[in-house]
């Protein structure tokens, strides 16, 4: 069967850090990846959008960045973290042609200070 | 441009009653709709989906209908359970198949016991 994991699950970071998010799916071979962010009050905002190795669509201007080495691995990152960075983060994969049906991590909650 | 919208933020619903979520959306482009069920501090799970082909989709206590024409939609669960306290999220997408969805803001379901 397959899993998706994410981590860490919690980040307190001061502004001005670096950031790593990491999330790998197993059991699956080439899925879309994602991540997503919930920030409070809001809903879900698409910010990446994987279909393969080293592709990466940009959803929103932002001070984040994707990256996806390896088939089933998919990391956010950022060279200095802003106080609106924090929220929710959610990695989310889907297999081509399944009519959208994503399936989502655990989250990361990323507070910045 | 919020695309999906969840007008009420909260719900409260006495169990064993009906619970009535909704949904509205501006994109007449869109034509592939999901339910996601979310616990705090977990990631959304799939709950329903349905295609624009479709007026109505049940699975279970669950069902979802569709009114094209008015661009909405709505998810019944009956009888509810307290089980089903959680945030429901309202999702689109723009053709069956493309796994890029837009959220709505989500809408926090209380069953009340």
Redesign the interface.
Known sequence: SQTIHQWPATLVQPVGSPLSLECTVEGTSNP?L?W?RQAA??????LF?SVGIGQISS?VPQNLSASRPQDRQFILSSKKLLLSDSGFY?C?W?V????????????S?LTVL | D?Q?K?NSPSLSVQEGRISILNCDYTNSMFD?F?W?KKYP??????LI?I?SIKDKNEDGRFTVFLNKSAKHLSLHIVPSQPGDSAVY?C?A?GD???????????TRLTIIP
Not at chain 2, 98 to 103: G, H, P, Q, S, Y
């Open positions: 879309n994602y997503y009050g809001r809903g879900l905002q698409l959008y959803e959610l989310a889907s081509r042609g399944n009519g959208g049906e994503l399936f989502f991590g655990e989250g909650r | 919020q999906v969840q592939y999901l996601y501090a977990e990631g959304p799970t799939f989906s295609s999220f999702a997408s069956f198949g493309n796994e890029k969805l837009t959220f709505g803001t989500g």
